[in-house]
């Protein structure tokens, strides 16, 4: 069983920055792979990044790419997505999510572990 618990989504003008935060505990083999992902008022989740416990290699959505940074602390258990030069498309509820697969996934059913999510609101 694993359990994570997202932090730190809050309201953000456009062009801010924001750090969410997620607590990850549980079997490490079933976390080998940990994930954002993000659902917009009548959207579908959509995957936003993700790494590799072992190695930190690291996935990225192009609507995120060069602005988000995904990180972790293995001390902690923590993983981290930092978000720059946020837009208001970028308003969502955050999701952290834990994948047991060595090979990172962009799909929701890759994911057996998810977080409450944490909401994000970007103003304009």
């Known amino acids: 069983q694993v359990y994570l618990m997202e932090s730190g989504g809050r309201l953000v003008e456009a062009g801010g920055s924001l750090q969410l935060s997620c607590a990850a505990s549980?079997?490490?083999?079933?976390?080998?792979?940990m994930g954002w992902f993000r659902q917009a008022p009548g959207k579908e989740r959509e995957f936003v990044t993700a790494?590799?416990?072992?190695?930190?290699?690291?996935y990225y959505a192009d609507s995120v790419k060069g602005r988000f940074t995904i990180s972790k602390d293995d001390n902690k258990d923590m993983v981290y997505l930092q978000m720059n030069n946020l837009k208001p498309e970028d308003t969502a509820v955050y999701y952290c999510?834990?994948?047991?697969?060595?090979?990172?996934?962009?799909?929701?059913?890759?994911?057996?572990?998810w977080g409450q999510g944490t909401q994000v609101t970007v103003s304009p």
């Open positions: 790494l590799t416990w072992i190695g930190s290699s690291t």
């Open positions: 999510a834990a994948s047991s697969s060595v090979l990172i996934g962009r799909r929701r059913n890759e994911y057996a572990y």
């Open positions: 549980g079997r490490t083999a079933e976390r080998l792979v």
